[in-house]
C-alpha cells in the first residue's frame, strides 16, 4: 500500500508526522510513504533515516487555517496538501493522510477527489473511545454543518460500512437527539428518524439517544448533522481534558504523589483510555479515495495509528463497500 502524507500540516509539522511516517515505515515492510512538503525540512526532520519505501515530493507553499479552503485549494497549486491530492486524484496513492486545515482536506476532498455515486454529502467521522471498552463513531462531527434528513441516512449507511473494519458485522445505529422517545429533536431529526426506520433492512438502528450517551458505549454509531455532531464531540473532548486535569491536580503534594505511585497503573490505564491518539483520525467517508483528517496537535503516534486506520480501511475495501450500498439503493429507487 501507499500513503501520500501532509508533512507540513499540523500544529506540530514537519517532525511529528514525519516521526510517525518512519515508524509506520519500520513496522510495515508492504508500505510505501509519499511525504509532501519542503525537501529540506523534512530531511532534517528525517535525521539521516534512509529507505527505499520513502519517497518525498517538495514543494514550497502550505496552507494556513486562517485561509479560505476553496480559494486555497485552487490558488496554492504548489502547498503540501493540493500536491498531496494531486497525487491520490492521479492514482499514485492509495490513501492521504493530513493533519492540516480540516476546511481544505474537506474542500480538497470535494473538489479534487468527489463523492462517490449516490453519496448525497460525504462526513468526517472520527472513531472515539467509550467507557465500556467500545469503539463509537460520530458521524458527522463538522463538515456539513447544515443536513438534509436524506444526508444523514448516508452517514448512517457508510459508517454501517466503516465500523465492520473493527469486527462489528452489524453496528448498532443511533440517531443524536435531545431526548430517547420516538418524536423528540428538531424538524431534521425527526423525518431523519423515520427514514433510518424505513431502512431498517440495511441499518441496525436503535432510535434517539443523546449527548451523555456518546462515550457511553450504548451504541456502535451515532448520527448527526455536522453542527450539533461538532459540538457534542468538542464538548466531550473539553470534558476529558478536565477530568484529566483535576485528576493530575488532586494528586499534586507530597501525599498526593504517593497516592498517585499506589494506583499508578490505573491512573495509566485511564490516560491510555481516554488519549485520542490512540484512535487515528477522521476519515472523511463518501468520497471516492481513503481521506484521513488526522487532529491538529497530532503527535508521532497519532500519525502512525492514522497510517494503521488507512491500512485497515483499505485492506478491508470500505471504499468498495460504501460504492455497493449505493449503487444498490440507486437500483432500488429505479424500481
Not at 472515539?128 to 447544515?146: F, H, Q, R, S, Y
Not at 444523514?152 to 469486527?167: E, H, N, P, R, V
Not at 445505529?173 to 431534521?188: I, P, R, T, W, Y
Amino acid at each position: 500500500m501507499k500513503i501520500v502524507i501532509d508533512a507540513m500540516g499540523g500544529d506540530n509539522a514537519p517532525d511529528a508526522i514525519v516521526n510517525g511516517a518512519v515508524s509506520a515505515l519500520k513496522k510495515y515492510e508492504d508500505l510505501q510513504i509519499i511525504l509532501t512538503g519542503k525537501k529540506e525540512m523534512i530531511e532534517s526532520s528525517l535525521k539521516g533515516f534512509c529507505c527505499d519505501r520513502l519517497f518525498i515530493e517538495d514543494c514550497r507553499e502550505t496552507i494556513q487555517n486562517d485561509e479560505s479552503p476553496t480559494t486555497a485549494i485552487r490558488q496554492k497549486t504548489d502547498s503540501s496538501l493540493v500536491k498531496a491530492f494531486d497525487i491520490l486524484k492521479q492514482n499514485k496513492a492509495d490513501a492521504l493522510i493530513s493533519a492540516g486545515s480540516t476546511g481544505a482536506i474537506l474542500a480538497g476532498g470535494y473538489l479534487k477527489i468527489g463523492r462517490i455515486k449516490g453519496v448525497s454529502r460525504p462526513a468526517l467521522a472520527p472513531i472515539l473511545p467509550t467507557k465500556n471498552g467500545k469503539k463509537v463513531m460520530l458521524i458527522d462531527c463538522g463538515a456539513n454543518v447544515d443536513s438534509k434528513p436524506i444526508n444523514l441516512l448516508d452517514f448512517a449507511i457508510m459508517g454501517s460500512c466503516y465500523m465492520k473494519i473493527f469486527g462489528i458485522e452489524n453496528p448498532s445505529c443511533a440517531l443524536l437527539s435531545v431526548g430517547d422517545e420516538q418524536g423528540k429533536g428538531n424538524e431534521l431529526t425527526k423525518e431523519a428518524y423515520n427514514l433510518l426506520c424505513d431502512q431498517s433492512n440495511k441499518i441496525n438502528f436503535v432510535g434517539n439517544k443523546e449527548a451523555r450517551d456518546l462515550l457511553a458505549g450504548v451504541a456502535d454509531i451515532f448520527v448527526s448533522d455536522g453542527f450539533a455532531g461538532n459540538v457534542a464531540l468538542k464538548a466531550s473532548e473539553g470534558a476529558v481534558s478536565l477530568a484529566m486535569s483535576e485528576l493530575k491536580h488532586a494528586f499534586g503534594g507530597f501525599a498526593g504523589k504517593i497516592a498517585a505511585f499506589l494506583i499508578y497503573k490505573k491512573l495509566k490505564k485511564i490516560k491510555e483510555k481516554l488519549d485520542y491518539n490512540k484512535y487515528g483520525g477522521s476519515m472523511f467517508l463518501g468520497c471516492n479515495a481513503i481521506i484521513i483528517k488526522s487532529h491538529g496537535s497530532s503527535n508521532a503516534e497519532t500519525i502512525l495509528k492514522s497510517i494503521e486506520q488507512a491500512r485497515n480501511i483499505y485492506d478491508n475495501k470500505i471504499i468498495e463497500q460504501i460504492t455497493q450500498k449505493m449503487n444498490q439503493r440507486l437500483e432500488e429507487n429505479d424500481e
